[in-house]
């Protein structure tokens, strides 16, 4: 009984550790190579922001269910949840040989879960729900961390510093690798698009989009293609940039320009980032913003004509009020 109870709370592994070992209970830790996963859904908050707080648990442990369910499956040690998000790592304290190779093919069976959980939301009328995934191998420290009376099994370091950081570039259906796991998966993987990241106390490094993996795992996400057409009428939007997840800066008035279901070019003057937060206004013939709020992330900046500039902005939520005036726009039907 205490092992089932102890269970749902922490990893099995550790558990059995815990109770069967006489150093099980001891503070302090060891150095290990493990193979870390960050999992984190995009715009949940503001998913949620509307919904009475029964229904934001329900709609979230849905979610939260099918994801351990798949973690425990691939042997993964669930570090913690944190809300909408969770950190788990594979290696320890059992160690996996294949740790790498584990942890890239348990985002993948994630990404490719998240098609049950969106089918059983669109039954219930509950939004179409997207997550990014980044996995990161390194030299960390685990153990028991806390004191005699709070004690957690967990994992400490630089390297799940930058799990997090390669977490923020993923986006929804995503599952980024640092370079450290693509060195140990390279010749398993199927990889798309790469990205030259420069993180907050770490040297530039290069990420890489997994698509599928080989072996004995054999997981492949499904093909999604984003369609970009030009606009046929005018439609105007606020953009207001989001750091630490606080309005900064002046509000920048743009004009779409190409625009697909989940995806933006944006023309505009002003100053906008690649891989910054925004979020985003429809605008009305009056140039008023419409009520709804889409949240996106910047991807891509170049320059245009004269002061102008374009940017690429994938939307990570979007609200249905939102999504009618998109699906209008892109059947070339006039706006309010």
Not at 217 to 225: A, C, I, S, T, W
Not at 304 to 319: M, N
Request: aromatic share 8%; net charge negative.
């Amino acid at each position: 009984f205490i092992r089932d109870t102890f269970g749902r709370y922490v990893t099995q592994e550790v558990v059995k550790r815990l109770l069967e070992s006489e150093e099980g209970l001891a503070l302090g830790g060891e150095t290990r190579e493990v193979t870390l996963l960050f999992s984190d859904l995009r715009g949940f908050t503001a998913l949620t922001a509307d919904m009475d707080p029964e229904q934001v648990i329900t709609f979230l442990n849905r979610y939260l269910e099918k994801m351990i369910e798949v973690l425990l499956e691939y042997r993964a040690v669930i570090d913690e949840i944190m809300g909408d998000g969770i950190l788990a790592f594979f290696g320890a304290p059992e160690p996996l040989e294949d740790h790498p190779a584990r942890a890239v093919a348990c985002a993948l069976a994630m990404q490719g879960a998240m098609e049950e959980i969106n089918a059983l939301n669109a039954a219930d009328g509950l939004p179409h729900l997207e997550m990014g995934i980044a996995v990161n191998t390194g030299t960390v420290v685990v153990g028991n961390i806390g004191s005699e009376r709070r004690t957690k099994y967990s994992a400490v370091g630089a390297d799940v510093n930058f799990a997090a950081r390669i977490e923020s570039y993923a986006l929804g259906g995503q599952v980024v690798i640092g370079p450290f796991t693509y060195q140990r998966v390279k010749d398993m993987i199927e990889v798309g698009s790469f990205i030259q990241a420069q993180m907050k106390g770490f040297p530039e490094a290069t990420l890489y989009e997994v698509r599928a993996i080989h072996g004995p795992f054999n997981l492949r996400l499904q093909e999604r293609r984003e369609i970009l057409q030009p606009l046929k009428g005018d439609l105007r939007v606020n953009i207001y940039r989001i750091q630490n997840k606080i309005i900064t800066g002046p509000t920048i008035t743009a004009e779409i320009i190409q625009l697909g279901e989940n995806v933006a070019v944006v023309r505009f003057t002003g100053e906008l980032a690649a891989w910054e937060d925004v979020r985003l206004h429809l605008l009305d013939a009056d140039n008023l913003e419409i009520p709804g709020k889409i949240y996106g992330k910047v991807t891509a900046v170049a320059a245009g004509e004269g002061d102008l500039r374009e940017a690429h902005i994938s939307f990570t939520s979007v609200p249905p009020e939102s999504r009618t005036i998109i699906q209008a726009a892109l059947e070339g039907e006039p706006q309010a």
